[in-house]
């Protein structure tokens, strides 16, 4: 695995000076409009902040009983009956509502896109229709776009639904008010409005729902901002660091690479989780390493930080959030992604949009923490 990484790291690299970059890191950052200083700033702030989702380990320790608690305890699901299924028509009724505070259009969007034939909901493998959920643009038709889902009626998927239909209300709006050319975006631009509907949906979730699923719903939450903050980071600062050590050393070990990824791991994770002691070869089950675009994970990061620090601002004003939420939406690549946040929100990717994404994180990790005292004190 070492020395295909080697290869591809100096592959990567080479192909990246034939273009005038001096590295593939640098070519990646010239193409998302971003400094490596901004990415820095980024990791710097999630590595100060990590104690901020010490209350969910916390939490996810004294509800499953568990001292100590093990990475793989993690990965343990909360609810009390996650066989409960919602029904196609209750969850479209749920989400639909989560829109209430938005602008209008969000809930005329979701109305064309779910009544128009563009929702192919459940799964179908005999069909050959394969699993996951995907939002395909109709921009140049004008028109809804189609979503693919495999509704099983879980809650995770109305998870799914909203988050799609984040895509779809993208799609719709860019389609609707730029050329058919300025409908994209960079990849961490795409997500924001998917993961903010999630948000939307959480906080729904708290208000109507049961307190175990409310609460089994923001845990999941929280756990998704530690793989975004943490874990996706991460993996970029880990190629970084194995592009440079490719470049000094021509045989470059698995343990060399082993030893690299724990240490920054260590950097990034919580001490309240019982890792394993011995130098972790995880590096190797990281896809995106081998088989995407170099320095592809950092985009999750950076997406989500983007969403919550927006999310921060629509909780503080509603109205005005709106105004300048649709036209951002709308303005797809007609703008580069650092001007259309600068123009419609004022903000900047520096330390301060990190800091909000974290204030969010543990405005979050707070409720969980303040629903659990609620659930023990009527279970008493
Ligand atoms: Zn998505």
């Known amino acids: 695995m070492a020395q295909i990484y080697g290869n591809k790291s100096r592959l990567d690299d080479l192909l990246a000076r034939e273009l005038n970059y001096s590295d593939s890191y640098d070519a990646k950052m010239f193409e998302t409009y971003l400094t490596k200083e901004q990415v820095e700033t980024m990791n710097q702030v999630f590595k100060e902040r990590k104690g901020d989702f010490d209350g969910y380990y916390e939490f996810r320790k004294t509800r499953m009983n568990l001292s100590p608690l093990k990475p793989y ?13 919602y029904g196609y028509e209750e969850t479209l009724s749920n989400i639909f509502a989560s829109y209430a505070a938005m602008d209008p259009a969000f809930q005329d969007i979701f109305v064309k896109t779910t ?5 192919d909901v459940y799964p179908n493998p005999e069909g050959g229709k394969q699993p996951g959920g995907y939002c395909q643009d109709m921009c140049a038709l004008q028109r809804p776009a189609l979503i693919f889902m495999n509704y099983k009626g879980l809650m995770q998927d109305q998870k799914t639904l909203t988050h799609e239909m984040g895509h779809a209300i993208n799609f ?3 389609g609707n008010n730029v050329d058919y050319l300025y409908c994209y975006g960079r990849e961490y631009e795409m997500e924001i409005p998917s993961t903010f509907n999630e948000e939307l949906f959480v906080d729904y979730a708290l208000k109507n729902y049961d307190q175990d699923t ?8 929280v756990s998704d901002y530690d793989n975004y903050f943490t874990f ?17 050393k021509t045989n470059v070990s698995g343990s060399d690479l082993n030893l690299l990824w724990t240490n920054l791991s260590k950097d990034y994770r919580s001490g309240l989780v019982d890792y394993y002691p011995e130098n972790s070869a995880q590096w190797t089950y990281i896809s995106h390493i081998y088989l995407t675009n170099n320095y592809y994970t950092f985009s999750y990061a950076l997406s989500k930080a983007v969403t919550l620090s927006l999310f921060k601002m629509y909780k503080e004003d509603p109205e005005k959030f709106n105004e300048n939420y649709m036209a951002y939406l709308s303005a797809g690549s007609s703008m580069t992604p650092p001007q259309k946040l600068w123009k419609f929100f004022g903000i900047e990717i520096d330390r301060k949009l990190f800091e909000d994404a974290m204030d969010v994180v543990h405005m979050r990790v707070l409720q969980l923490q303040e629903l659990e005292a609620k659930r023990l004190a009527s279970s008493a």
Do not use: V, W
């Not at 305890?73 to 066989?83: G, I, K, T």
């Open 232 to 248: 996706q980071p991460m993996i970029t600062e880990f190629e970084n660091k194995a592009h440079e050590l490719c470049r000094q």
């Open 73 to 85: 305890d993690l990965a343990l699901q909360l609810l009390e009956n996650p066989d409960k299924k």
């Open 172 to 174: 719709y709006l860019m």
């Open 214 to 221: 409310a609460l089994a719903i923001l845990a999941e939450s």
């Open 115 to 119: 009544t128009s034939g563009s929702m």
